[in-house]
């Protein structure tokens, strides 16, 4: 009997699958897409109704050939790619490459499942489906609006600003929005105001902390010290009696089961994981993770979804659970069921376990570390969403004053106590920043009644400024896309990536911060093509590509209707749009070397000042404002002297690959440099006893921007740089030793110092030391927040141990 064929896209799910699905099924695995836009090409034919020209991705040709005889001989072929827009647009092509006219063709089915259980796949195949037309054409109208949009405008951005640039439809509205928010904090005036709090005594502790809120019956807002010391005065010696309290019962409901979005929030304040590093995880947890005996698990569903649907079965699961493990004052009287947004796809559910009676605890030992607190914190989101509201007695005491100017002063103090934990026994929502109910809890009130006088004890004004907006970051950042309905919460992960690698934005602190290329990238494009980058606009083309899914409108339609505008715009810019590769900007400050006037350019570290006189006069300083900025800026500080320790001549502003940095204006004869905030100058380079093995000068000890190294004294004429080895010998090819090298960036990795002979690379390093589980020739040294670890490289291979390091080693990782 013929075996049916089933293709998913990853080889750890076709491993999970084909456990479930026995030995009359071969499951094989087309890692992603097989087709796709080519990337020389626009590949669009524009002319012919936006007519996309797929094409084989490079290297899948071979494994398309093995499909295709791996199917000739099935019975059946079931596509099984995830159950999105994507996964259908791969299930298309597969069709299409696999599809014959012979008569013993095997007939080709789509399944679709939400979660990888034995249950859920076995009515995956007892119901097959065809592929849906409606979502390919979905995810081919966003492919070719983003093909457009990315071939089109990114030429100009190359001819304007620089080589290497790109905009796209949907990550320059996030660019947009991080720039803007910039703005907003540079321009923000802070205010003052100032509060004026009474500590007041009851009968019995605690004492009553209270704020001032209403001066005869009206909102006060105190803008001053001599405001707030007019009150304090008026207040002096005046008693203060209870006017009333309020005690009332407070409900706090359990907060739904995750979707993509919230995941990659939650995930982000409460694991401190990037969305990227979110989603790698819930993919590896959905596909399958390997178990001890019971082997590949998929421990959750699907992880692309914007549905909160949960299934009966799992609903009768979890309930079963709470009671159980909480109690059943825990158990709402029928499940909870939430709202999905407008435009949710409900055939897909909630992000959940696939089986909520296995346990975080259960797995722990079993799980890496990364995988156990994402699996922990969907487990408990999904377990509290089914549970009981949390119940609180919030009591709010409101105590009067009549001040010296016969004027009443209104004082406030709430508290929260619990009353019943709820859903809170099982998890609390992350909070971006703190709120009143914080404060409420924290805040304990004493017994007191209406009327009661209660005794003063101090009064504290306090001076406040208002804050300016709070730059974003990555979860606050998919908060606003995902509410503004830019994007799809699938395509956060891949945006936040490539605006960080294009250097648009910088992470400090955690926060977004647009750079100078950021700033420049952004006015440049909403100059010229506003409407598109605009927020509502996005969101409106969101819309059109869920109408394409739900067959209300033919995609072709919605690419000519954009493409009318698009093209009129992209005219407009190729004659108009400002460029900044050829801008001068005039300043007031003049050439110091042949005192010709100063302008303001763009190169390619930035904008920096120069002089009008080049190419005979080369001087340069650089500019210590961002270009958008320069307008609203002083200059006059860009005069401020800094001398050269060495030679005494003045110090200047100067950039380069890796940032800002001063250097001696006697350059070529001095040339001394110095980091910006660096308190020492560059050591001096230390010669050596030892020869150089290719010319026999001295090697000499220098200072790089990686720190130290040795290399010859001869250079450039010989370039000799010693390598440093770690005393391990080289795994794979048993002549070479490891040598710590760094890459362009920086960043330490291993390699073999036979290279390009022996191309081995390690990221950690390695440990001459062979596996016990796998066998693996070495173990790699890995720092964890837990101390460092010898891990095998091995992706199949879970094995770990701690390792013992010198203190030296702990500081040197610390810092790195």
Same mark, same amino acid.
């Given at each position: 009997?013929?075996?049916?064929?089933?293709?998913?896209?990853?080889?750890?799910?076709?491993?999970?699958?084909?456990?479930?699905?026995?030995?009359?099924?071969?499951?094989?695995?087309?890692?992603?897409?097989?087709?796709?836009?080519?990337?020389?090409?626009?590949?669009?034919?524009?002319?012919?109704?936006?007519?996309?020209?797929?094409?084989?991705?490079?290297?899948?040709?071979?494994?398309?050939?093995?499909?295709?005889?791996?199917?000739?001989?099935?019975?059946?072929?079931?596509?099984?790619?995830?159950?999105?827009?994507?996964?259908?647009?791969?299930?298309?092509?597969?069709?299409?490459?696999?599809?014959?006219?012979?008569?013993?063709?095997?007939?080709?089915?789509?399944?679709?499942?939400?979660?990888?259980?034995?249950?859920?796949?076995?009515?995956?195949?007892?119901?097959?489906?065809?592929?849906?037309?409606?979502?390919?054409?979905?995810?081919?109208?966003?492919?070719?609006?983003?093909?457009?949009?990315?071939?089109?405008?990114?030429?100009?951005?190359?001819?304007?600003?620089?080589?290497?640039?790109?905009?796209?439809?949907?990550?320059?509205?996030?660019?947009?929005?991080?720039?803007?928010?910039?703005?907003?904090?540079?321009?923000?005036?802070?205010?003052?105001?100032?509060?004026?709090?009474?500590?007041?005594?009851?009968?019995?502790?605690?004492?009553?902390?209270?704020?001032?809120?209403?001066?005869?019956?009206?909102?006060?807002?105190?803008?001053?010290?001599?405001?707030?010391?007019?009150?304090?005065?008026?207040?002096?010696?005046?008693?203060?009696?209870?006017?009333?309290?309020?005690?009332?019962?407070?409900?706090?409901?359990?907060?739904?089961?995750?979707?993509?979005?919230?995941?990659?929030?939650?995930?982000?304040?409460?694991?401190?994981?990037?969305?990227?590093?979110?989603?790698?995880?819930?993919?590896?947890?959905?596909?399958?993770?390997?178990?001890?005996?019971?082997?590949?698990?998929?421990?959750?569903?699907?992880?692309?979804?914007?549905?909160?649907?949960?299934?009966?079965?799992?609903?009768?699961?979890?309930?079963?659970?709470?009671?159980?493990?909480?109690?059943?004052?825990?158990?709402?009287?029928?499940?909870?069921?939430?709202?999905?947004?407008?435009?949710?796809?409900?055939?897909?559910?909630?992000?959940?376990?696939?089986?909520?009676?296995?346990?975080?605890?259960?797995?722990?030992?079993?799980?890496?570390?990364?995988?156990?607190?994402?699996?922990?914190?969907?487990?408990?989101?999904?377990?509290?969403?089914?549970?009981?509201?949390?119940?609180?007695?919030?009591?709010?005491?409101?105590?009067?004053?009549?001040?010296?100017?016969?004027?009443?002063?209104?004082?406030?103090?709430?508290?929260?106590?619990?009353?019943?934990?709820?859903?809170?026994?099982?998890?609390?929502?992350?909070?971006?920043?703190?709120?009143?109910?914080?404060?409420?809890?924290?805040?304990?009130?004493?017994?007191?009644?209406?009327?009661?006088?209660?005794?003063?004890?101090?009064?504290?004004?306090?001076?406040?400024?208002?804050?300016?907006?709070?730059?974003?970051?990555?979860?606050?950042?998919?908060?606003?896309?995902?509410?503004?309905?830019?994007?799809?919460?699938?395509?956060?992960?891949?945006?936040?990536?490539?605006?960080?690698?294009?250097?648009?934005?910088?992470?400090?602190?955690?926060?977004?911060?647009?750079?100078?290329?950021?700033?420049?990238?952004?006015?440049?494009?909403?100059?010229?093509?506003?409407?598109?980058?605009?927020?509502?606009?996005?969101?409106?083309?969101?819309?059109?590509?869920?109408?394409?899914?739900?067959?209300?409108?033919?995609?072709?339609?919605?690419?000519?209707?954009?493409?009318?505008?698009?093209?009129?715009?992209?005219?407009?810019?190729?004659?108009?749009?400002?460029?900044?590769?050829?801008?001068?900007?005039?300043?007031?400050?003049?050439?110091?070397?042949?005192?010709?006037?100063?302008?303001?350019?763009?190169?390619?570290?930035?904008?920096?000042?120069?002089?009008?006189?080049?190419?005979?006069?080369?001087?340069?300083?650089?500019?210590?404002?961002?270009?958008?900025?320069?307008?609203?800026?002083?200059?006059?500080?860009?005069?401020?002297?800094?001398?050269?320790?060495?030679?005494?001549?003045?110090?200047?502003?100067?950039?380069?690959?890796?940032?800002?940095?001063?250097?001696?204006?006697?350059?070529?004869?001095?040339?001394?440099?110095?980091?910006?905030?660096?308190?020492?100058?560059?050591?001096?380079?230390?010669?050596?006893?030892?020869?150089?093995?290719?010319?026999?000068?001295?090697?000499?000890?220098?200072?790089?921007?990686?720190?130290?190294?040795?290399?010859?004294?001869?250079?450039?004429?010989?370039?000799?740089?010693?390598? *440093?080895? %770690?005393?391990?010998? @080289? $795994?794979? =090819?048993?002549?070479?030793?490891?040598? /710590?090298?760094?890459? !362009?960036? &920086?960043?330490?990795?291993?390699?073999?110092?036979?290279?390009?002979?022996?191309?081995?690379?390690?990221?950690? *390093?390695? %440990?001459?030391?062979? @596996? $016990?589980? =796998?066998?693996?020739?070495?173990?790699? /040294?890995?720092?964890? !927040?837990? &101390?460092?670890?010898?891990?095998?490289?091995?992706?199949?291979?879970?094995?770990?141990?701690?390792?013992?390091?010198?203190?030296?080693?702990?500081?040197?990782?610390?810092?790195?």
């Amino acid at each position: 009997m013929s075996k049916s064929l089933v293709i998913v896209e990853s080889p750890t799910k076709a491993k999970t699958i084909g456990k479930y699905l026995g030995r009359n099924f071969v499951v094989k695995a087309s890692l992603g897409h097989i087709k796709d836009l080519p990337k020389n090409d626009l590949a669009v034919a524009v002319e012919k109704d936006f007519e996309p020209n797929y094409a084989v991705i490079e290297g899948k040709k071979k494994l398309i050939t093995e499909l295709k005889q791996a199917a000739k001989g099935a019975e059946t072929v079931y596509l099984a790619a995830d159950p999105d827009r994507e996964g259908e647009a791969i299930c298309m092509h597969l069709q299409e490459e696999l599809q014959t006219k012979a008569k013993d063709a095997p007939q080709i089915f789509r399944v679709r499942f939400n979660e990888i259980t034995p249950a859920a796949i076995r009515k995956a195949f007892e119901q097959p489906l065809q592929v849906d037309v409606n979502l390919v054409q979905a995810q081919q109208a966003r492919r070719v609006l983003d093909r457009l949009v990315g071939y089109k405008i990114s030429p100009l951005l190359w001819d304007k600003v620089r080589r290497g640039l790109s905009a796209g439809r949907v990550q320059t509205v996030a660019l947009r929005l991080i720039v803007d928010r910039e703005r907003e904090i540079r321009a923000f005036q802070k205010e003052e105001y100032w509060t004026i709090d009474v500590q007041l005594n009851a009968k019995k502790p605690p004492i009553l902390n209270t704020r001032l809120m209403k001066l005869n019956g009206e909102n006060l807002r105190i803008p001053n010290a001599e405001g707030a010391d007019s009150i304090v005065a008026n207040l002096d010696g005046v008693p203060y009696t209870v006017d009333s309290v309020v005690t009332k019962e407070k409900k706090r409901n359990a907060v739904p089961p995750f979707i993509t979005s919230t995941l990659q929030q939650e995930s982000s304040r409460k694991l401190r994981f990037s969305v990227k590093r979110t989603m790698m995880l819930a993919q590896r947890l959905y596909e399958g993770v390997e178990l001890g005996e019971e082997g590949l698990v998929g421990l959750i569903t699907y992880m692309r979804t914007d549905s909160t649907r949960v299934s009966g079965d799992a609903l009768t699961e979890v309930r079963d659970l709470i009671t159980k493990r909480y109690g059943a004052q825990y158990l709402p009287n029928s499940p909870n069921v939430y709202k999905s947004k407008k435009d949710a796809q409900d055939a897909h559910e909630a992000i959940r376990p696939t089986a909520a009676m296995r346990t975080p605890e259960e797995l722990q030992s079993l799980l890496a570390e990364d995988e156990w607190k994402l699996y922990r914190l969907i487990w408990m989101r999904f377990v509290a969403s089914q549970m009981n509201p949390a119940l609180f007695d919030q009591t709010t005491i409101e105590v009067s004053a009549n001040g010296k100017d016969n004027a009443k002063y209104l004082f406030r103090a709430t508290g929260s106590v619990p009353k019943f934990d709820g859903f809170l026994a099982v998890y609390e929502e992350g909070k971006d920043a703190k709120d009143e109910e914080d404060d409420e809890l924290k805040n304990r009130l004493p017994a007191v009644t209406p009327g009661e006088v209660l005794k003063f004890r101090a009064i504290s004004p306090e001076q406040h400024f208002t804050e300016p907006p709070a730059r974003y970051n990555e979860a606050t950042l998919v908060k606003e896309l995902e509410s503004d309905g830019v994007g799809r919460p699938s395509t956060y992960a891949s945006i936040l990536s490539t605006i960080q690698e294009r250097e648009y934005v910088k992470k400090e602190g955690g926060k977004f911060v647009p750079t100078e290329l950021g700033f420049v990238v952004t006015d440049l494009l909403v100059e010229s093509f506003d409407d598109l980058f605009d927020v509502r606009y996005t969101a409106r083309m969101e819309e059109e590509l869920d109408e394409i899914e739900d067959g209300k409108i033919d995609w072709r339609e919605a690419m000519s209707e954009f493409y009318g505008k698009f093209q009129k715009d992209l005219e407009h810019a190729e004659r108009n749009m400002t460029d900044i590769k050829r801008m001068e900007k005039p300043t007031d400050l003049v050439c110091d070397k042949c005192g010709k006037p100063m302008v303001i350019k763009w190169g390619k570290h930035g904008s920096f000042i120069a002089c009008t006189g080049y190419p005979e006069c080369t001087n340069t300083r650089e500019l210590t404002v961002d270009l958008p900025d320069v307008g609203n800026a002083d200059l006059s500080e860009q005069g401020a002297e800094e001398y050269c320790e060495n030679c005494g001549r003045t110090m200047v502003l100067k950039k380069g690959r890796f940032g800002t940095f001063y250097a001696c204006s006697g350059y070529p004869d001095c040339k001394t440099t110095k980091r910006i905030g660096a308190t020492e100058q560059k050591k001096a380079d230390v010669k050596l006893d030892e020869p150089c093995p290719q010319c026999g000068s001295n090697l000499m000890l220098r200072q790089g921007r990686f720190g130290e190294f040795t290399s010859c004294s001869n250079y450039p004429k010989c370039k000799y740089v010693k390598q *440093k080895t %770690i005393g391990v010998a @080289c $795994p794979t =090819c048993d002549q070479g030793e490891i040598v /710590e090298r760094r890459s !362009k960036r &920086g960043k330490t990795f291993f390699g073999c110092n036979r290279y390009p002979d022996c191309d081995f690379v390690a990221w950690g *390093k390695p %440990i001459r030391e062979t @596996c $016990p589980q =796998c066998s693996g020739k070495y173990l790699i /040294e890995k720092w964890l !927040k837990a &101390g460092p670890v010898a891990q095998c490289p091995n992706s199949e291979c879970k094995y770990k141990r701690p390792i013992e390091v010198t203190p030296e080693e702990t500081v040197a990782n610390a810092g790195s």
